[in-house]
T-cell receptor, first 111, second 112 residues
Framework: DAKTTQPPSMDCAEGRAANLPCNHS???????VYWYRQIHSQGPQYIIH???NNETNEMASLIITEDRKSSTLILPHATLRDTAVYYC????????????FGTGTSLTVIP | DAGITQSPRHKVTETGTPVTLRCHQT?????MYWYRQDPGHGLRLIHY???????DKGEVSDGYSVSRSKTEDFLLTLESATSSQTSVYFC???????????FGPGTRLTVT
């Protein structure tokens, strides 16, 4: 199973870019990297996902290294509402489509 | 936001009693999931469904059963609740096995 490693916590100044790293050194060739976030007491919110190319949407950008062993989620202009726990997830190979949610990175955006 | 509701949103029950949590979706998605979230463990998959009457076990399925008699509803049952099942339970849906999952608001269950 491809699992992920993230720093437990990070701070970011409001208005600056937040760069959240994730290591997934055992990822398989056809496994996608997904990012979710969870604001206190709410259900997780989907942010973005990718396979090997960089991706961008209205919320964030996802940068995946060429060897696919790590990735970075970028929130270009962090706001106080971006304070949340961010989860980097890789799909687990096998029957069905289990996601492995680790403990994530707690991002605090500071005014 | 994806049309996902969970009921009840909060429940307190006693050890040994049966409990059923309901997840309802209006998106007509094929896949539905039940997760639990506990401090220090992130979210862990309990069971999932890939169609009506088609279900499979997840990472922490012991003590739980599920049923899906129609596309829009996925039920999670604790046959005999234990204190270790005190948790926040999230339902999720996705259109297919490779697509992103959308989560419901959660049910906070306390077993005393």
């Amino acid at each position: 199973d491809a699992k992920t490693t993230q720093p437990p916590s990070m701070d970011c100044a409001e208005g600056r870019a937040a760069n959240l790293p994730c290591n997934h050194s055992t990822i398989s060739g056809n496994e996608y990297v997904y990012w979710y976030r969870q604001i206190h007491s709410q259900g997780p919110q989907y942010i973005i996902h990718g396979l090997k190319n960089n991706e961008t949407n209205e919320m964030a950008s996802l940068i995946i290294t060429e060897d696919r062993k790590s990735s970075t989620l970028i929130l270009p202009h962090a706001t106080l509402r971006d304070t949340a726990v961010y989860y980097c997830i890789v799909r687990v190979r096998g029957t069905g489509n289990q996601f492995y949610f680790g403990t994530g990175t707690s991002l605090t955006v500071i005014p | 936001d994806a049309g996902i509701t969970q009921s009840p949103r909060h429940k307190v029950t006693e050890t040994g009693t049966p409990v059923t949590l309901r997840c309802h979706q209006t998106e007509n998605h094929r896949y539905m999931y039940w997760y639990r979230q506990d401090p220090g463990h992130g979210l862990r998959l309990i069971h999932y469904s890939y169609g009506v009457k088609d279900t499979d076990k997840g990472e922490v399925s012991d003590g739980y059963s599920v049923s899906r008699s129609k596309t829009e509803d996925f039920l999670l049952t604790l046959e005999s609740a234990t204190s270790s099942q005190t948790s926040v339970y999230f339902c999720a849906i996705s259109a297919d096995r490779l697509r992103e999952q959308y989560f419901g608001p959660g049910t906070r269950l306390t077993v005393t």
